[in-house]
């Protein structure tokens, strides 16, 4: 196997491969509130049971909503969703209500947040900690509920083509997933 050859690039903001997501809070009036998150991993907890981790940085009204109401919807962005996501992330809720662009809401099934009809999996969470690091909250949240689009049909959590769920990859820019490559072990073999 050849020796890739890499190079120091220093330790300032980077790419970091991230899947994208759009938050849904509540805003003290009990408007819906949006925005565009992409600082979203998972982490074990007991049993087989995981939470999300979600860091959200600055003062957007997003993380002052899930640190007050301790709940969030969070729903992931497929490619058909990309103008709804830049929109968001273009606009920021103290400069007025983000109805520049029609988009539709529901409720969640399980915790009281809004929910983007348009988004294929949706997770409803709970805020259980909220951890802050400098001018980032990251915040640990129980899964209540997982929505996602019936035409995926999976058997399983884990039985889902991402192929077909089309998600957005962010790494300073937009990206897509082009191919199903296998599973675990189909590789070592």
């Given at each position: 196997?050849?020796?890739?050859?890499?190079k120091?690039?220093?330790t300032?903001?980077?790419?970091?491969?991230?899947?994208?997501f759009?938050i849904?809070?509540?805003?003290?009036?009990?408007?819906d509130?949006?925005a565009?998150i992409?600082?979203?991993?998972?982490?074990?907890?007991?049993?087989d049971h995981?939470?999300?981790?979600?860091?959200?940085?600055?003062?957007?009204?997003t993380?002052?909503?899930?640190l007050?109401d301790?709940?969030?919807?969070v729903?992931?962005?497929s490619?058909?969703?990309?103008?709804?996501?830049?929109?968001?992330?273009?606009?920021r809720a103290?400069n007025?209500?983000?109805?520049?662009?029609?988009?539709?809401?529901s409720?969640?099934?399980k915790?009281?947040?809004?929910?983007?009809?348009?988004?294929?999996?949706?997770?409803?969470?709970?805020?259980?900690?909220a951890?802050g690091t400098?001018a980032?909250s990251t915040?640990?949240?129980?899964?209540?509920n997982?929505?996602?689009?019936?035409?995926l049909?999976?058997e399983?959590?884990?039985?889902?083509?991402?192929?077909?769920?089309?998600p957005?990859?962010y790494?300073?820019k937009?990206h897509?997933?082009?191919a199903?490559?296998g599973e675990?072990?189909?590789?070592?073999?």
């Open positions: 196997m050849e020796k890739k050859v890499r120091s690039i220093g300032g903001w980077s790419m970091a491969v991230q899947p994208a759009i849904g809070t509540c805003n003290e009036d009990e408007t509130n949006f565009p992409t600082w979203v991993s998972a982490t074990g907890t007991d049993g995981y939470m999300l981790v979600i860091s959200m940085f600055g003062t957007k009204r993380k002052l909503n899930a007050r301790r709940k969030l919807s729903n992931l962005v490619r058909d969703m990309l103008p709804l996501m830049d929109y968001f992330g273009t606009h103290e007025g209500k983000k109805d520049g662009m029609a988009y539709a809401v409720r969640g099934e915790v009281d947040v809004p929910v983007l009809d348009e988004s294929p999996w949706v997770y409803e969470c709970e805020v259980e900690k951890v400098g980032s915040f640990f949240c129980p899964i209540r997982v929505q996602c689009d019936a035409r049909n999976p399983n959590t884990f039985d889902v083509d991402l192929t077909k769920l089309d957005v990859i790494s300073g937009y897509s997933i082009g199903y490559l675990i072990g189909d590789f070592s073999k």
